[in-house]
């Protein structure tokens, strides 16, 4: 069983390649838009006026 290539070459390509920001992320994390939509449909609303029992 050979050997793929010889370990002087290993990483050469990756090394030469110019280092490119990252772009910055368009949306959310799922969780935290998730927690968003929780916030404004369940703690965001009036709660109901108490029923007055006799």
Aim: cysteine-free; overall charge positive; aromatic content about 2%.
């Amino acid at each position: 069983m050979g050997t793929h290539g010889s370990m002087t070459k290993a990483g050469k390509v990756r090394k030469q390649t110019p280092k490119i920001p990252p772009k910055p992320k368009k949306n959310q994390p799922p969780r935290l838009k998730n927690r968003l939509k929780y916030l404004k449909r369940v703690e965001k609303t009036v709660p109901a006026a108490p029923i007055a029992r006799r």
